[in-house]
T-cell receptor, first 116, second 112 residues
Framework: GAGVSQSPSNKVTEKGKDVELRCDPISGHTALYWYRQSLGQGLEFLIYFQGNSAPDKSGLPSDRFSAERTGGSVSTLTIQRTQQEDSAVYLC??????????????FGPGTRLTVL | GENVEQHPSTLSVQEGDSAVIKCTYS??????FPWYKQELGKRPQLIIDIRSNVGEKKDQRIAVTLNKTAKHFSLHITETQPEDSAVYFC???????????FGSGTKLNVKP
């Protein structure tokens, strides 16, 4: 079956521009996550959706970052007025939550964002 | 909230030797502990996981042990091979939520 997909795979933008990153989770997965990974670094949690609601936005670095999820499926992460420090790989993951608790996260291939 | 610490940050072993990576967590309510492997330029992929009702789990050369009392869990790789070279991340997830807390990663280098 289809895995998690993300688009675009690469995005180069100029400082100050807005960007939108898209994530298509695995069909039926209720939980969706956004992470940021700078070169050679770990996974920085940004935001988590359960269905369409985001119970935890604590990882968003600033008010320039926002995310939404519609129809319990596709999610978009928007970065306004991009800065050079926003350059990183943005990873999306999805998982299926069951009564037993959390389950495996499946990661997408990521979007490499470069802010010039 | 939960805090996951991972050690060591880098680990270099000779091919055929064993490698052990350790993680500690802070919240006793965590009940799911996955390990992810990330090869250079690729996405993280699950290699093994364990739930809090189990003390050990094995899958061929890979094993994970969990000590709930001490709140730590470890990844063991035996008979390491060069293709095991990658960054390994541990994570913990709380029972009532589906949020994952990741460790900072361990870069494993297996020398041929």
């Amino acid at each position: 079956g289809a895995g998690v997909s993300q688009s675009p795979s690469n995005k180069v933008t100029e400082k100050g521009k807005d960007v939108e990153l898209r994530c298509d989770p695995i069909s039926g997965h209720t939980a969706l996550y956004w992470y940021r990974q700078s070169l050679g670094q770990g996974l920085e949690f940004l935001i988590y959706f359960q269905g369409n609601s985001a119970p935890d936005k604590s990882g968003l670095p600033s008010d320039r970052f926002s995310a939404e999820r519609t129809g319990g499926s596709v999610s978009t992460l928007t970065i306004q007025r991009t800065q050079q420090e926003d350059s990183a790989v943005y990873l999306c993951a999805s998982s299926l939550k069951t009564s037993g608790g959390a389950n495996e996260q499946f990661f997408g291939p990521g979007t490499r964002l470069t802010v010039l | 909230g939960e805090n996951v610490e991972q050690h060591p940050s880098t680990l270099s072993v000779q091919e055929g030797d064993s490698a052990v990576i350790k993680c500690t967590y802070s919240d006793s309510a965590s009940n799911y502990f996955p390990w992810y492997k990330q090869e250079l330029g690729k996405r993280p992929q699950l290699i093994i996981d364990i739930r809090s009702n189990v003390g050990e789990k094995k899958d061929q050369r890979i094993a994970v042990t969990l000590n709930k009392t001490a709140k730590h869990f470890s990844l063991h790789i035996t008979e390491t091979q060069p293709e095991d070279s990658a960054v390994y991340f541990c994570a913990a997830s709380l029972f009532t939520f589906n949020k994952f807390y990741f460790g900072s990663g361990t870069k494993l280098n297996v020398k041929p």
